[in-house]
């Protein structure tokens, strides 16, 4: 199934995990000239391989069945030195020639006009900071990035803890976040939609459920998207509901930010738009009510392993109004 291609005013309403399934996959479907060049390049391997694959198939079939005179050049010398040692030595510097040039798009400085956003790997949740241009931190976000069809987007690749690997499959290839290393890549979508990522390199716990969703917006409602954020103000209604008193008893400030109020933690990701992410708990699960409630009940039940505790004491009324209170953060 492929991504939805109208524009989305709603992107909470699912539609992150259609961009993980369906055929082609997603490694082999790019949306976006960074993963075109990647996916070009995958294929050219793949078909070398199955020819280098048949090749070696016939000489064993030689080897086992053939005539005696075929046997016996397929032993010679000449062959080995073509075969063994001209052929690969040839085909491999072509390739290397070949590679480099239909993936410079991939090093290739970046325009005047390119978006930054500054991604960093946690265990286990990606924290997205979009930066001015002045290089300053502009607004604050997590599990989920928004770009803008056709532009090109500059991610600063950073981890605060382990080594992780930031990869979303239509839009670019893979690239490490290393502690204490700034590592940069670029995406780009050339059309709207959800696409789906992951982290590509083992780090430990709940690695297979540290997922990543990026939302590609028509130029035009990228920016309203960016201005509302940009100029949100907490609701004076939802910041004195039950749900917003719990935020504060039960230590969940400590942890988590929303812009407006108290909670200024920063051990969690940023809650200040959550009401809008497409997804819970890193890619994996959709984002409603329900899901909102089961998340706050006992996360370890659904990542095991993640480092938000259960919060099995609170009654099922309090974790509803929690819910609630997740979802008037827009």
Known sequence: MSPPTSTLSAPNKGGFAESLAGWPPPVLDPAGPYAGSVTTLSWILFFMGVAVLGVVLMALWIALFGKER??????????????GIAFPVV???????YGLTLTRNLTAPPGPTAM????????????????????????????????PVGKTVVVQLE????????WVPRLSGKLDMIPGRRNV??????????????CAEYCGGP?????FVVVAHEPA???????????RVQQAAAANTRGAQLFQSTGCAACHRIAGTQANGLAGPDLTHIGTRQSIGAGILPNNRGTLIGWIGN????????????????????????????QAQK
């Open 70 to 83: 075929l046997r016996a050049r397929l032993g010679g010398k000449k062959v080995i030195w073509i075969g």
């Open 91 to 97: 085909v491999l510097t072509a390739l290397l020639v």
């Open 116 to 147: 930054t956003v500054r991604v960093t790997g946690e265990m286990w949740w990606w924290r997205v900071d979009y930066l001015g241009s002045d290089g300053q931190l502009a607004m604050r976000d997590a599990n989920e990035l928004h770009i």
């Open 159 to 166: 981890s605060n803890d382990v080594i992780h690997s930031f």
């Open 185 to 198: 890549m670029k995406i780009q979508a050339d059309k709207p939609g959800v696409f789906g990522g992951q």
């Open 207 to 211: 690695h297979a459920l540290m997922g």
């Open 221 to 231: 409602e990228f920016q309203r998207w960016m201005a509302a954020r940009q100029t």
């Open 299 to 326: 996360a370890q039940a659904i990542k095991p392993g993640n480092r938000m505790p259960p919060y099995t004491m609170l009654s099922g009324e309090d974790l509803q109004a929690l819910a609630d209170y997740m």
